[in-house]
C-alpha cells in the first residue's frame, strides 16, 4: 500500500549551505544523512515526522551520472538546483510492484539501497523506480527496511515530538511544475497506479492526494523553449503565522494551514 510522500530530493551544490538556509529562512534542523557510497551523493535531511525533505549533494560526478538518483540530482543543478524528483512510501513494495507490473508498470526492483551513516550504521531500503526519473516523471517507491537505525519505534517516536525553531513541522503539499499535466498525469497512472484529477480550470493542472498530502502537477514556465519554475513545499507549522521563501532552487510555504497556491 502507498502511503504517502516519504520524501522531496532537492538537489544542491553545497550540504553546510542548505542546511543554513533551511534553518535561517524556515526555521529547519537539519541533520546530517551520510553517503550513498555507490552512488557519487551525499545527503542531509530535515525530518517532518515520518517525511523528510533530503538535501542531496553530488561528491563524484561521473559515478552520480551513473546512479539512479545522481542523474536527476545532476540535471536539476544543471538548472541551477531544486526538486530532483521525490519518493512515496510503501509498506509493501515487492506486493506493490508485482500489482503494479500486472497492469503493465515499467517499474524496476525492488532493488536494495543502503546509506553510510556518520556514526558506522547503515540505512537500508527497499525501492522501485523507472528507467527515468526527473520532475516531470513519476515519482519512486520506496519502503524502509524497519530495523534500520531510523526506523527503530525508538526513532520514530522521537520523531513525532521533535519540534524545530519553527514549531512542530508537517509535510502536507508537493506542487511540481511540469512540461504537459495530462500527460505527466498518464504517466503515474500508468506506471504506479496513482490517479490525478484534472483541476477546477483548464490551467489548473492535476492533482490528487496521496495520504497525507497534496501533490499537484502544474503548467510550467517555459524559457527558450524549456519547461522550468520551481517547485512549491508546502509545510504546515503549529507555530507562529504563514510565510514563504524562495530558496534552494524551490519555493517553500510554511504556516498553519499551508498549501501549495
Not at 41 to 53: F, I, K, P
Not at 63 to 69: H, M, V
Not at 178 to 198: F, H, R
Request: hydrophobic content about 45%; overall charge negative; proline content about 7%.
Amino acid at each position: 500500500m502507498i502511503l504517502g510522500v516519504d520524501h522531496v530530493v532537492i538537489a544542491v551544490r553545497d550540504l553546510d549551505d542548505a542546511a543554513a538556509a533551511l534553518g535561517r529562512e524556515l526555521g529547519l534542523d537539519v541533520a546530517e544523512g551520510g553517503h550513498h557510497l555507490a552512488l557519487g551523493t551525499r545527503n542531509a535531511l530535515a525530518w517532518l515526522g515520518d517525511s523528510y525533505l533530503e538535501l542531496l549533494a553530488v561528491t563524484d560526478p561521473a559515478l552520480a551520472a551513473r546512479s539512479w538518483i545522481g542523474a536527476p540530482a545532476l540535471a536539476a543543478l544543471a538548472r541551477g538546483g531544486g526538486v530532483a524528483t521525490y519518493a512515496l512510501a510503501s509498506d509493501d513494495i515487492a506486493a506493490e510492484v508485482r500489482r503494479l507490473h500486472a497492469r503493465g508498470s515499467n517499474l524496476i526492483g525492488p532493488l536494495p539501497g543502503e546509506r553510510l551513516r556518520p556514526d558506522g550504521q547503515a540505512e537500508r531500503w527497499q525501492l522501485a523506480l523507472l528507467p527515468e526519473l526527473g520532475p516531470d516523471r513519476p515519482p519512486f517507491l520506496i519502503e524502509h527496511l524497519a530495523g534500520s537505525p531510523e526506523w527503530r519505534p525508538e526513532a520514530r517516536d522521537a520523531r513525532a515530538l521533535q519540534r524545530h525553531p519553527a514549531g512542530r513541522v508537517r509535510l502536507c503539499g508537493l506542487e511540481v511544475p511540469v512540461g504537459d499535466p495530462d500527460t505527466s498525469a498518464a504517466a503515474y497512472a500508468a506506471e504506479i497506479g496513482i490517479a490525478l484529477a484534472a483541476g477546477p480550470a483548464p490551467s489548473s493542472g492535476r492533482r490528487a492526494r496521496i495520504g497525507g498530502q497534496a501533490v499537484a502537477l502544474v503548467v510550467a514556465r517555459s524559457i527558450a523553449g524549456v519547461a522550468t519554475g520551481p517547485a512549491t513545499i508546502a509545510l504546515s507549522s503549529d507555530e507562529g503565522g504563514r510565510r514563504a521563501a524562495d530558496l534552494l532552487g524551490c519555493r517553500f510555504v510554511i504556516g498553519p494551514e499551508a498549501e501549495p497556491a
